[in-house]
Protein backbone atom coordinates (compact mmCIF):
# COMPACT_ATOMS: atom_id res chain seq x y z
CA UNK A 1 0.00 0.00 0.00
CA UNK A 2 1.52 3.65 -0.87
CA UNK A 3 0.19 6.82 -0.47
CA UNK A 4 0.67 9.18 -3.30
CA UNK A 5 0.21 13.10 -3.17
CA UNK A 6 -0.78 12.49 0.18
CA UNK A 7 -0.27 14.61 3.38
CA UNK A 8 2.61 14.69 5.50
CA UNK A 9 2.13 11.96 8.26
CA UNK A 10 2.07 13.40 12.15
CA UNK A 11 3.66 11.28 15.04
CA UNK A 12 2.64 11.17 18.81
CA UNK A 13 4.45 9.10 21.30
CA UNK A 14 2.17 6.87 23.11
CA UNK A 15 4.95 4.50 23.79
CA UNK A 16 8.40 4.18 23.23
CA UNK A 17 8.64 4.84 20.04
CA UNK A 18 6.68 6.78 17.69
CA UNK A 19 3.44 6.07 15.92
CA UNK A 20 3.18 7.47 12.18
CA UNK A 21 -0.24 9.17 11.96
CA UNK A 22 -1.53 11.13 8.41
CA UNK A 23 -3.62 13.60 9.27
CA UNK A 24 -7.54 12.65 10.20
CA UNK A 25 -6.65 9.23 12.27
CA UNK A 26 -7.34 9.06 15.58
CA UNK A 27 -3.98 10.34 17.90
CA UNK A 28 -3.40 7.10 20.19
CA UNK A 29 -4.28 8.47 23.89
CA UNK A 30 -5.53 8.02 26.90
CA UNK A 31 -8.46 5.48 25.98
CA UNK A 32 -5.86 3.84 23.55
CA UNK A 33 -3.18 3.31 26.53
CA UNK A 34 -6.34 1.54 28.25
CA UNK A 35 -6.84 -0.51 25.98
CA UNK A 36 -2.99 -1.57 25.78
CA UNK A 37 -2.96 -2.20 29.23
CA UNK A 38 -5.94 -4.69 29.39
CA UNK A 39 -4.34 -6.79 26.75
CA UNK A 40 -0.95 -6.65 28.14
CA UNK A 41 -3.09 -8.95 30.91
CA UNK A 42 -4.07 -11.81 28.70
CA UNK A 43 -1.87 -14.41 27.59
CA UNK A 44 -1.90 -15.12 24.03
CA UNK A 45 -2.14 -18.83 22.95
CA UNK A 46 0.65 -20.04 20.52
CA UNK A 47 -0.61 -19.70 17.06
CA UNK A 48 -3.09 -16.72 17.86
CA UNK A 49 -5.45 -14.94 15.89
CA UNK A 50 -6.00 -11.18 16.78
CA UNK A 51 -8.41 -8.62 15.58
CA UNK A 52 -7.58 -4.57 16.01
CA UNK A 53 -10.83 -3.58 14.99
CA UNK A 54 -10.93 0.75 14.11
CA UNK A 55 -7.18 0.21 14.17
CA UNK A 56 -6.77 3.92 13.24
CA UNK A 57 -3.08 4.25 13.51
CA UNK A 58 -2.70 0.30 14.16
CA UNK A 59 -0.97 1.48 17.93
CA UNK A 60 -3.57 -1.54 19.25
CA UNK A 61 -2.39 -3.75 16.62
CA UNK A 62 1.06 -2.90 16.95
CA UNK A 63 0.79 -3.25 20.64
CA UNK A 64 -0.57 -7.26 19.99
CA UNK A 65 2.26 -8.28 17.67
CA UNK A 66 4.91 -7.61 19.87
CA UNK A 67 2.90 -9.88 22.80
CA UNK A 68 3.51 -12.59 20.74
CA UNK A 69 0.20 -13.04 18.32
CA UNK A 70 1.14 -15.29 15.22
CA UNK A 71 -1.06 -12.99 12.64
CA UNK A 72 -3.16 -9.26 13.52
CA UNK A 73 -5.59 -8.34 10.98
CA UNK A 74 -5.87 -4.25 11.38
CA UNK A 75 -9.17 -3.42 10.28
CA UNK A 76 -10.37 0.20 9.72
CA UNK A 77 -12.88 1.60 7.05
CA UNK A 78 -10.47 5.08 6.74
CA UNK A 79 -8.20 5.09 3.83
CA UNK A 80 -5.43 7.22 5.69
CA UNK A 81 -6.14 4.72 9.13
CA UNK A 82 -5.27 1.89 6.84
CA UNK A 83 -2.03 3.39 5.21
CA UNK A 84 -1.08 4.63 8.90
CA UNK A 85 -1.63 1.41 10.14
CA UNK A 86 0.11 -0.40 7.39
CA UNK A 87 2.91 2.13 7.96
CA UNK A 88 3.90 1.86 11.07
CA UNK A 89 3.16 -2.07 10.56
CA UNK A 90 5.60 -2.03 7.93
CA UNK A 91 8.46 -0.23 9.93
CA UNK A 92 8.84 -2.47 12.85
CA UNK A 93 8.27 -5.68 10.72
CA UNK A 94 5.58 -7.08 12.42
CA UNK A 95 3.01 -9.38 11.30
CA UNK A 96 -0.05 -7.00 11.10
CA UNK A 97 -1.99 -7.61 8.03
CA UNK A 98 -4.24 -4.43 6.80
CA UNK A 99 -7.67 -4.71 5.18
CA UNK A 100 -9.72 -1.42 5.23
CA UNK A 101 -13.43 -2.18 4.99
CA UNK A 102 -16.03 -2.56 8.67
CA UNK A 103 -17.46 -5.70 10.27
CA UNK A 104 -18.09 -7.60 6.68
CA UNK A 105 -14.47 -7.61 6.41
CA UNK A 106 -13.41 -8.52 9.72
CA UNK A 107 -15.37 -11.39 9.57
CA UNK A 108 -13.75 -13.23 6.19
CA UNK A 109 -10.67 -12.67 8.01
CA UNK A 110 -11.92 -14.01 10.99
CA UNK A 111 -12.42 -16.09 13.67
CA UNK A 112 -10.31 -14.54 16.29
CA UNK A 113 -8.34 -15.58 19.78
CA UNK A 114 -8.60 -11.72 20.68
CA UNK A 115 -10.91 -8.86 18.96
CA UNK A 116 -9.45 -5.82 20.53
CA UNK A 117 -11.98 -2.83 19.55
CA UNK A 118 -11.36 1.61 20.06
CA UNK A 119 -14.22 2.26 18.22
CA UNK A 120 -15.83 6.03 17.67
CA UNK A 121 -18.22 6.33 20.39
CA UNK A 122 -18.55 9.78 20.90
CA UNK A 123 -22.55 10.58 20.28
CA UNK A 124 -23.41 13.45 17.93
CA UNK A 125 -27.00 14.51 17.22
CA UNK A 126 -28.21 16.62 13.98
CA UNK A 127 -27.87 19.91 15.26
CA UNK A 128 -24.53 19.48 17.01
CA UNK A 129 -22.40 22.11 15.39
CA UNK A 130 -19.25 21.25 17.04
CA UNK A 131 -16.15 19.63 14.84
CA UNK A 132 -17.37 16.34 13.27
CA UNK A 133 -14.57 13.56 12.67
CA UNK A 134 -15.58 9.91 11.20
CA UNK A 135 -12.32 9.42 14.51
CA UNK A 136 -14.73 10.33 17.00
CA UNK A 137 -18.26 10.46 16.14
CA UNK A 138 -20.72 7.25 16.59
CA UNK A 139 -24.61 8.90 16.09
CA UNK A 140 -26.88 10.32 18.16
CA UNK A 141 -26.31 7.73 21.23
CA UNK A 142 -22.77 7.04 20.34
CA UNK A 143 -23.41 3.48 19.60
CA UNK A 144 -23.24 3.41 16.07
CA UNK A 145 -20.30 0.99 15.79
CA UNK A 146 -20.54 -0.29 19.17
CA UNK A 147 -23.73 -1.64 19.13
CA UNK A 148 -23.01 -3.36 15.37
CA UNK A 149 -20.04 -4.84 17.09
CA UNK A 150 -21.49 -6.28 20.54
CA UNK A 151 -24.13 -8.04 18.29
CA UNK A 152 -21.12 -9.92 16.31
CA UNK A 153 -18.64 -10.37 18.81
CA UNK A 154 -19.51 -14.35 19.47
CA UNK A 155 -19.44 -14.35 15.43
CA UNK A 156 -15.90 -13.00 15.21
CA UNK A 157 -14.37 -14.94 18.37
CA UNK A 158 -13.25 -18.70 18.61
CA UNK A 159 -14.58 -20.67 21.67
CA UNK A 160 -12.83 -19.68 24.44
CA UNK A 161 -12.05 -16.12 22.73
CA UNK A 162 -11.58 -12.83 24.45
CA UNK A 163 -12.91 -9.20 23.06
CA UNK A 164 -11.75 -6.25 24.53
CA UNK A 165 -13.54 -2.95 23.77
CA UNK A 166 -12.77 0.31 25.26
CA UNK A 167 -15.34 3.57 25.34
CA UNK A 168 -16.74 6.64 27.46
CA UNK A 169 -19.24 6.27 30.33
CA UNK A 170 -21.58 8.77 27.68
CA UNK A 171 -22.05 5.78 25.22
CA UNK A 172 -23.60 3.54 27.93
CA UNK A 173 -21.14 0.66 29.21
CA UNK A 174 -24.34 -0.76 30.98
CA UNK A 175 -26.04 -1.27 27.68
CA UNK A 176 -22.34 -2.88 26.20
CA UNK A 177 -22.35 -5.08 28.89
CA UNK A 178 -26.23 -6.35 28.45
CA UNK A 179 -25.88 -6.83 24.79
CA UNK A 180 -22.71 -8.79 24.88
CA UNK A 181 -24.75 -11.34 27.52
CA UNK A 182 -27.90 -11.05 25.21
CA UNK A 183 -25.97 -12.20 22.46
CA UNK A 184 -23.65 -15.38 24.19
CA UNK A 185 -20.68 -13.29 25.42
CA UNK A 186 -19.86 -13.29 29.00
CA UNK A 187 -18.63 -9.76 30.14
CA UNK A 188 -17.72 -6.97 32.63
CA UNK A 189 -15.43 -4.26 33.05
CA UNK A 190 -11.78 -4.83 33.67
CA UNK A 191 -10.17 -1.49 33.16
CA UNK A 192 -11.34 2.07 34.52
CA UNK A 193 -9.83 5.26 34.91
CA UNK A 194 -10.97 9.44 35.10
CA UNK A 195 -9.87 11.11 32.02
CA UNK A 196 -10.18 15.23 31.64
CA UNK A 197 -12.50 16.21 28.84
CA UNK A 198 -10.14 16.85 25.30
CA UNK A 199 -11.12 19.36 22.74
CA UNK A 200 -13.66 17.17 21.59
CA UNK A 201 -15.60 16.44 24.83
CA UNK A 202 -15.14 20.26 25.80
CA UNK A 203 -17.09 21.22 22.30
CA UNK A 204 -19.74 18.47 23.24
CA UNK A 205 -20.20 19.55 26.36
CA UNK A 206 -23.26 21.51 26.09
CA UNK A 207 -25.21 19.15 23.90
CA UNK A 208 -24.38 16.33 26.16
CA UNK A 209 -25.63 17.84 29.34
CA UNK A 210 -28.67 18.86 27.73
CA UNK A 211 -29.23 14.92 26.66
CA UNK A 212 -28.52 14.05 30.36
CA UNK A 213 -25.32 12.03 29.38
CA UNK A 214 -23.02 14.18 31.64
CA UNK A 215 -23.62 16.64 34.21
CA UNK A 216 -23.82 20.09 33.83
CA UNK A 217 -20.30 21.52 34.31
CA UNK A 218 -18.41 18.34 34.20
CA UNK A 219 -15.19 18.31 32.36
CA UNK A 220 -14.09 14.67 32.80
CA UNK A 221 -15.49 11.32 31.77
CA UNK A 222 -14.71 7.65 32.95
CA UNK A 223 -13.49 5.57 30.02
CA UNK A 224 -13.77 1.74 30.67
CA UNK A 225 -12.35 -1.36 29.46
CA UNK A 226 -15.51 -4.06 28.86
CA UNK A 227 -13.89 -7.61 28.31
CA UNK A 228 -16.06 -9.95 26.62
CA UNK A 229 -15.32 -14.23 26.80
CA UNK A 230 -17.42 -16.86 24.64
CA UNK A 231 -17.83 -19.69 26.51
CA UNK A 232 -15.30 -22.37 25.07
CA UNK A 233 -17.90 -25.06 24.94
Same mark, same amino acid.
Given at each position: ???????????????????????????????????? #??? #????????????????????????????????????????????????????????????????????????????? #????????????????????????????????????????????????????????????????? #?????????????????????????ALTAHGLIAAGQAWEEVVVIRGDRPAG
Open positions: MTVRNGPRPDTVRPGPDRIVRLPGVYRPQEDTHLLC #AAL #ASLTLPRGSRVLDYCTGSGAVAVAAARRGADRVVAVDVSVRAAVSAWTNARLRRLPIEVRRGGLDVARRCGPYDVVL #ANPPYVPVGAGDSARRSGCWDAGPDGRGVVGPLCREARALLRPGGVLLIVHSEVTDPERTLAELR #ANGVRAGRVRRALIPFGPVMRSRAA
